[in-house]
């Protein structure tokens, strides 16, 4: 490819809506331009690295015996209603009607269609297992589309959906997965974790992430370094910090703490550790009779220590807590408690409330809380003297680094990442619902077991230059780099000698399957530099004339601070090595 004929339009400057610096930096290498929030035309240059991800998905998904096909975009209201899906998928889910006023939805995934082909397609056991995958356009109405690719509304994804006869059969694909999405990953060349994570409303009850280590990412990856164990914050399981319950040492008394509505506030007031309060938070189920009308509220209070906070996913996976809750409404706190919120606590309810206690609380003696009394809170509580035992004591706040390790090897910390991948085993959640049955050896019919598995294509270049930049611009793994190797030549309009060994050189990286780019555009050499950089090009070669009377080029990895001398005659030899296809 020469420079002249591609399309480059680099900016010195990002737009001033532009957030973080893969967005920023995207927009000004002219990978990107913005259609609409969350909505955005992939130029040539950015489209380049984009099919280089799907070339590398697509080996090893074929090499794990994966199909590939393609689902529409615009697909059937009833399906989804089949699942239920379509009222809860909630606003994310584009819907739109056709002329007839028939209803569709603009896929944002697509459990619902791929089940449906199954059913149809796959009668036998004897058909199994299967595994089909697709890399398409997807559309997610974001509420607040930002940071460019990493969070937009419309973007590229590769998604598939195995079909097994046993959940055996089933773990071993979810298995082969797992081992296909760290080959992909490592192939793109990027720095990740795979991390235990939460099913969310894909559903199912086994799931991995794949995150990319960067210090913006939006999520938050807790690791042990001294093991294997691995989880999002979500999902990251917070041992007690205290083997076991020590004896009251205090009295309960009840202390004035005015103005102290927090437990920082009361620790500060009393001069006591942080640790030693607990804070009360207050949640409420909406209760239904038998015919699915309004029967009341049920609240219930959970108790973590003060200088914890609550895990919600944790805490709705909780029974009476997973079909939904909400927090309470100070009507319905003070009714329970007799008290506004920041001074509530387990002793002297107005009405009974259910009791869930974290798992270090539970174990805790001699703690604060508050009194249900505007400025007061208890001290020396502790549990059996003065309170019942909770209803439920469980895992329901966030893990901090330090903690031990739930594996019992280490203690745990913490690092950012970019969510990019993430498999889930689905079970029959879907099949179960839409009736679609195999014949199994038996004769019987069956449900499919599924597993579903995604990548977000685009969302890979966001990721991997939010891990991969300087102050110059993006630095691409060479995998996915839109060019592998640049040539500059410094006097293009002025010497036939610079011109001819340029293309000499471009014909015979071209031969030997190298992805370059001759940028003949006889521009200064510090504006082929600076756009070389920002576009993160991994190799760059200059050829000059005074550096060919001397039979040298200049070469400069991207990475690389400093620029290197190299024989003419060797750095066709040295770019290959650099490749790795000496």
Known sequence: MRASQFHLFTLKEAPSDAEVVSQKLMLRAGMIRKAAAGIYSYMPLGLRSIRKVETIIREEMDRAGAMELTMPLVQPAELWQETGRWDTMGPEMLRLQDRHD???ALQPTS????????????????QLPKNFYQIQTKFRDERRPRFGVMRGREFTMKDAYSFDRSKEAAGHSYALMFATYTRIFDRIGLDYRAVAADTGAIGGDRSHEFQVIADTGEDAIVYCPDSDYAANIELAEAVSLLEHRAEPGQALEKTPTPGSATCADVAALLQVPLATTVKSLVLATDDVDAKGEPAGVTLWLLLVRGDHSLNEIKTSKLDGLKTGFRFATEAEIDEHF???????????????????????VA?????????NDADFHFTGVN????????????????????????????TLAIQRGIEVGHVFYLGDKYSKVMNATFLDEDGKPKHFEMGCYGIGVTRILGAAIEQNHDARG?????????????????????SQAVRDEAQ????????????????????????????????GVPHRVT????????????????????????????????????????
């Open 504 to 535: 000499k050189l471009y014909e015979a990286l071209r031969a030997q399957g190298v992805d370059v780019i001759l940028d003949d555009r006889d521009e200064r050499p510090g504006v082929m530099f600076a756009d070389w950089e920002l576009i």
């Open 474 to 494: 993006i630095i691409w793994p060479t995998a996915i780099a839109p060019f592998e190797v640049v040539i500059c030549p410094v006097g293009w309009g002025k």
């Open 543 to 582: 050829i000059g004339e005074r550096g060919l009377k001397e039979g040298v080029v200049e070469y400069q990895g991207r990475r690389e601070a400093e620029v290197s001398k190299l024989a003419l005659d060797t750095i066709a030899a040295h770019l290959l090595g650099a490749l790795g296809q000496a």
């Open 338 to 360: 007799g008290c506004k919120p920041g001074y509530l606590g387990p002793i002297g309810l107005q009405k009974p409330v259910k009791l869930i206690a974290d798992r270090t």
């Open 363 to 371: 174990h805790m003696s001699d703690f604060i809380c508050g009194a």
């Open 102 to 104: 028939r209803d569709f």
């Open 111 to 126: 459990e619902e269609v791929v089940t449906d082909i199954a059913r149809q397609e796959i009668k036998s056991y004897r």
């Open 383 to 410: 549990w059996g003297r003065d309170l019942p035992e909770p209803d439920v004591v469980a895992d329901i706040r966030n893990v901090v680094e330090g903690n031990p390790s739930p594996d019992g090897k280490g």
